[in-house]
């Protein structure tokens, strides 16, 4: 059974940077990911990954956000970069049984969140 925890949260400028790590104890399920969710909203995916290393990204990070995986460190990344106030969020590090381009779906298990705060 995989545990998911997650890392590297907290809060920076708009246009700052931050990189979340997710530490995975196994994985044999079919893909990875971050989601995160605001205060009032419901959880939306932000990006994913494939075993192969195919991602997939949500519109409103793309060409700002880059998720990649160590294997050999059992490690997940979500490298965020010119962040804006709306990204503000508790992110979630998530493992799917199935995926949908690269993102989790299916049976996902849920790291604890970590808070990102992008305040001017």
């Known amino acids: 059974q995989v545990q998911l925890v997650e890392s590297g949260g907290g809060s920076v400028q708009i246009g700052g940077s931050l990189r979340l790590s997710c530490t995975y104890t196994?994985?044999?399920?079919?893909?990875m990911g971050w989601f995160r969710q605001a205060p009032g909203k419901v959880r939306e995916r932000v990006a994913g990954?494939?075993?192969?290393?195919?991602?997939s990204y949500a519109d409103s990070v793309r060409g700002r956000f880059t998720i990649s995986r160590v294997n050999a460190k059992n490690t997940l990344y979500l490298q965020m970069d010119n962040l804006k106030p709306e990204d503000t969020a508790m992110y979630y590090c998530?493992?799917?049984?199935?995926?949908?381009?690269?993102?989790?779906?299916?049976?996902?298990?849920w790291g604890q969140g970590t808070q990102v705060t992008v305040s001017s």
């Open positions: 196994t994985y044999r399920m079919g893909c």
């Open positions: 998530a493992a799917g049984s199935d995926c949908a381009g690269a993102f989790p779906i299916g049976f996902i298990r």
């Open positions: 990954i494939l075993a192969g290393g195919g991602t």
